[in-house]
């Protein structure tokens, strides 16, 4: 068994104990949720959407330490970005949470999510909040399950 030490570190304990914009949000015009069954996760994510750009973006739910600190960072991350800044954002967590390499955009906070490259089961835990928030994003409210394929 492997020393989860590195993956607790002190910025996803933070975000665990002290989730940020975690709330309902009342002017949200797309809400999302997901449901990662593996590990007992599930999320909904509540986005304003002003055009193409995530206004504001909040979430609620229950689950592992990891779901929810990387749904609180996703808050802090996508909030501002468009659409298509936040896929880009989306594609570096989702290649550093898989490989370990941290992408060249500065992934400041992100980075802590690394070291969920080495607990596989754990990756779905990490991209759960992120892939409710981009789905509810582009309009698509299907709730995101883990158990499908294409995640
Ligand atoms: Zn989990």
């Keep these: ?4 030490t590195d993956l607790y570190q002190s910025v996803i304990l933070d975000h665990n104990r ?33 055009g193409d750009r995530i206004a504001e973006v909040s ?8 779901s929810k600190a990387s749904a609180s960072l996703m808050t802090v ?6 659409i298509a800044e936040a896929e880009a954002i989306y594609a570096d967590l989702h290649q550093m949470v898989t490989t370990g390499k941290v992408g060249e955009d500065n992934m400041s906070d992100l980075a802590a999510l690394a070291g969920v490259h080495q607990f596989p089961a754990r990756i779905k835990c990490a991209t759960l909040g992120w892939h409710a928030a981009l789905n509810a994003a582009k309009g698509d409210e299907k709730p995101v399950t883990t158990e499908k394929p294409s995640d």
């Design 77 to 82: 991350n996508l909030k501002g970005k468009t």
């Design 18 to 50: 002290r989730p940020r914009n975690y709330a309902v949000l009342p002017t949200a015009n797309r809400v999302g949720s997901g449901n990662n069954p593996m590990c007992g996760d599930q999320i909904t994510v509540y986005v304003r959407l002003e």
């Design 1 to 4: 068994m492997q020393d989860l």
């Design 59 to 66: 979430f609620q739910g229950s689950g592992c330490a990891i």
